[in-house]
């Protein structure tokens, strides 16, 4: 038998201990051995949960008891949940973590403990929530050479775009409705912004390369309705003229030895595996160098399929009580590339008349596909492919000779993951 501890008593963590209690023999028939709750570590009382007798509100209790060499944080954030993991850890015992945050800045370092103490460091249930993407990674796929990895990282932002592309729905309404229903926080902006995606793709790369990867060098644009970047009902309906969509993605390209890596809105046809991920789903596409493309889809978030993963992550501590799994990244750090060198096209809003501005358009972006929406006082162009350096050059000598003009210029820039 093999004792545990929950760290954190919210969501995911009530969501453990049910599959703990209910799932029991299944849990110990895959673990080789029976798996018990001792501790649920929590700064409130549980009186009325079926729990309530192992509540404890001290971390030492639980970092030194012999007995429990598996501990489960859920607490989120970073303190106390970093200098928790890491005394565990410093103490012998396995941890597993559904902890983004905690992955992405403190991984490598936590990693490298579990390596020097025999024990094991798991994080499935970090990224995609319920999908088995890590162990994916480490396991089916090790022999493979990761090309590419893209992805819907992130429900709440799934679920507003969706909202806006079903149904015309403006951002802020979306917003409200999925604050709501619970999908999206009070303060939304980690999702709304990127940096939840960016924490989850730069975990994905890390593991891809095996490399350290610093989330703060990954380029990241959220989806809110402010500046030229923002999403607004408006390009959806440009979208939905074009037979394509825009999805918030997390990508990594690895092309000649460098890492492309970005967090962006990005429009993308019915052909892509994600067109069909709608509402608080993820998708993650993986390209490989003999496999191909594959794809992983499922619950992105929610009780029990995080706490799903989490019970995956424990059963394989379990299986390998007395020693290290291969698994994760080194120290040594992957350089990401310079986003003004990635490639890829673009979908433009401009105001005004097409006829009026397609010869500086051509002269300046090559041909491009128009598109006119009636009733609109304003246009839309997808250019070829091209560097973002090429692109940005381009569209600040558009816009500067538009507005010697006293004409107003872009409204709204997309990149556009399409086939030319």
């Given amino acids: 038998m093999m004792y545990a501890a929950i760290m954190g008593y919210g969501t995911i963590g009530t969501g453990v201990a049910e599959i703990l209690e209910t799932s029991r023999e299944k849990i110990a028939g895959s673990a080789g051995q029976e798996i018990c709750l001792k501790y649920v570590l929590d700064l409130r009382e549980f009186p009325d949960s079926p729990v309530a007798d192992r509540i404890v509100h001290d971390f030492e209790i639980i970092e030194e008891d012999e007995q429990v060499r598996l501990v489960v944080e859920t607490m989120g954030g970073l303190n106390p949940a970093y200098p928790f993991v890491k005394a565990c ?18 991984g490598t370092e936590l990693l490298q403990i579990a390596r020097d103490k025999g024990v094991n460091f798991f994080f499935e249930a970090s990224v995609g929530g319920g999908i088995p993407i890590i162990r994916t990674l480490y396991r089916c796929l090790t022999g493979e050479r990761i090309q590419e990895i893209t992805g819907i990282l992130n429900g709440t932002t799934n ?6 592309d079903q149904e015309g729905a403006s951002f802020e309404q979306a917003l409200k409705e999925a604050q709501e229903l619970g999908y999206a926080e009070r303060n939304p902006e980690a999702d709304v912004e990127g940096h939840d995606t960016c924490r989850k793709i730069a975990i994905l790369t890390a593991m891809a390369t095996g490399k350290e990867v610093n989330y703060e060098d990954i380029n990241t644009e959220g989806i809110t309705g402010k500046g030229i970047t923002g999403i607004t009902e408006m390009d959806f309906r440009y979208a939905r003229e074009m037979g394509t969509s825009v999805k918030l993605l997390g990508t990594s390209r690895i092309v000649d030895g460098k890492v492309h890596a970005r967090v962006a809105p990005m429009m993308i046809s019915k052909e892509n595996p994600l ?17 191909g493309v594959s794809m992983y889809y499922g619950s992105g978030a929610g009780k029990l399929p995080t706490a799903s993963a989490v019970v995956a992550d424990l059963i394989e501590a379990a299986q390998n009580e007395n020693n290290n799994v291969s698994i994760g990244w080194g120290a040594e750090r992957q350089e990401i590339a310079d986003s003004k060198i990635s490639e890829c096209r673009y979908f433009v809003r401009i105001a005004g008349e097409a006829e009026e501005k397609a010869e500086m358009i051509r002269t300046e972006l090559g041909e491009v596909q128009a598109l006119v929406l009636d009733g609109a006082d304003e246009f839309a162009v997808l250019t070829k492919r091209m560097t973002e350096e090429e692109f940005i050059q ?8 538009w507005q010697k003009k006293g004409e107003y210029g872009i409204r709204q820039v997309i ?6």
Avoid: C, P
Avoid at 275 to 291: A, M, P, T
């Fill in 394 to 401: 381009h569209a600040i000598k558009l816009d500067g000779e």
């Fill in 159 to 164: 679920y507003i775009l969706t909202k806006m």
């Fill in 89 to 106: 850890l410093s103490a012998g015992k396995h941890v597993v973590t559904s902890n983004k945050a905690l992955v992405a800045a403190h």
């Fill in 415 to 420: 990149r556009a993951m399409l086939e030319d």
């Fill in 275 to 291: 067109y069909g991920v709608s509402g608080v789903y993820n998708g993650i596409l993986v390209k490989s160098d003999r496999l």
